[in-house]
């Protein structure tokens, strides 16, 4: 369940991570050209913030492991 879990939180993540990065070249790259600058991107910091994502989903799902342990049990499934 908890990889069920990890998929179900990574993959969406990581489909809008990498459809982010590529509004945000592709739109720098437009507005750079518009004004006639030169387009540079910054891969380590593209980088670093796609991390920083990934990290956060990491702990996010894993610090709601426990309730998901917890609602799976026969008592949590159980209707008062």
């Known amino acids: 369940m908890a ?3 990890l998929w179900q939180n990574l993959l969406p993540m ?9 509004a945000g070249v592709g739109a720098g790259a ?3 050209h518009r004004f006639d600058a030169p387009t540079a991107v910054d ?3 593209v980088g670093a913030v796609d991390g920083a994502g990934v990290v956060v989903v990491l702990v ?3 610090l709601s492991l426990p309730v998901l342990r917890a609602s799976a049990h026969v008592r949590g499934l159980r209707d008062r």
């Open 3 to 5: 990889l069920s879990l």
């Open 14 to 22: 990581g489909i809008g991570v990498v459809l982010a990065d590529l």
């Open 30 to 32: 437009v507005v750079a």
């Open 43 to 45: 891969w380590a910091f």
């Open 60 to 62: 996010a799902t894993a």
